[in-house]
């Protein structure tokens, strides 16, 4: 039997607190609001109670984000795509950011299991002076439970239309990509971190995030795997290879914290559920 859930989460602003409302359908649903910020800043974690997705299922988020409002999303653990018996697994997310919204998009890390079909599609849509820090990291197999991804297929897709459009198939078979230099080099794990805005960032403010997340880099244990770049005046990326998870989690949330500070002049508060 196959799943298809649906959550629309919106965010709004009410005096100077940010509120979040939503509507699910199926499994998948947001927890409790929390506040650790003070009442500007509302963190959620979206959970499905299932913990993966098999063929055939499909996971459809919405998110909108009303102007002055901040929301930060986080999951408590992996996204799962199982074994496949011939139909796709689907996890589909909008986020639409209103004038003057911000919004973290920090999930767990999806699995891509031995046999999987997935697609992971990420769709943004960011009026002027809306902006947004987001990550996308995908782990191939399980390499520490000696459980490697040799059969299958994952499609992943990341879009801001008209300014920015990454879209790549990962097939196990493909060893080429996989092990070749000029692939994966045999990594099992590959990060983006990306800060996105509505409105052409100025240059000084474009390459000042550009030498900051070059600073992380260059003190990480991947700074040979990794590297931050800007293909358009609306996009800073950091990307990474890594052989496990872990360390590309450690980058990521390191850039994220010094993003943070310079973007937004915020200190990097951690959701709580990443202490778990």
């Not at 197999?141 to 059969?151: D, K, N």
């Not at 003190?219 to 800073?236: C, E, F, I, M, N």
């Amino acid at each position: 039997m196959s799943w298809h859930a649906q959550l629309d989460l919106h965010y709004q602003k009410e005096a100077a607190r940010s509120i979040a409302r939503h509507l699910h359908k199926g499994p998948l649903r947001i927890l409790q609001s929390l506040y650790p910020e003070g009442d500007a800043i509302c963190h959620n974690v979206l959970v499905h109670p299932p913990g993966g997705l098999v063929g055939g299922d499909t996971l459809d988020i919405t998110v909108r984000v009303d102007s002055g409002a901040h929301g930060l999303i986080t999951t408590p653990g992996a996204t799962r795509f199982y074994r496949s018996a011939g139909e796709a697994a689907l996890q589909n997310t909008q986020i639409t950011l209103a004038p003057g919204a911000r919004m973290e998009w920090l999930p767990s890390e999806a699995i891509c299991y031995n046999q999987c079909l997935a697609e992971n599609r990420l769709r943004f849509q960011l009026e002027p002076g809306a902006e947004l820090i987001g990550w996308d990291v995908t782990a191939f197999g399980l390499p520490q439970a000696q459980q490697p991804f040799v059969q299958g297929r994952f499609c992943q897709h990341l879009e801001l239309p008209g300014v920015w459009l990454e879209r790549g198939t990962i097939d196990a078979s493909d060893t080429r990509l996989l092990d070749s230099p000029l692939g994966l080099a045999g990594n099992k794990c590959m990060a983006s971190l990306f800060f996105l805005a509505g409105t052409r960032l100025d240059n000084a403010r474009r390459a000042a995030a550009l030498d900051v997340a070059r600073q992380v880099i260059d003190s990480h244990p991947l700074r040979d795997k990794a590297g931050a770049t800007s293909p358009d005046g609306q996009v800073v990326i950091v990307r990474c290879l890594a052989p496990l998870v872990e360390p590309a989690m450690d980058l990521m949330k390191q850039v994220w914290a010094a993003w943070r500070a310079h973007f937004w002049q915020l200190p990097a508060t951690k959701p709580r559920i990443w202490a778990m």
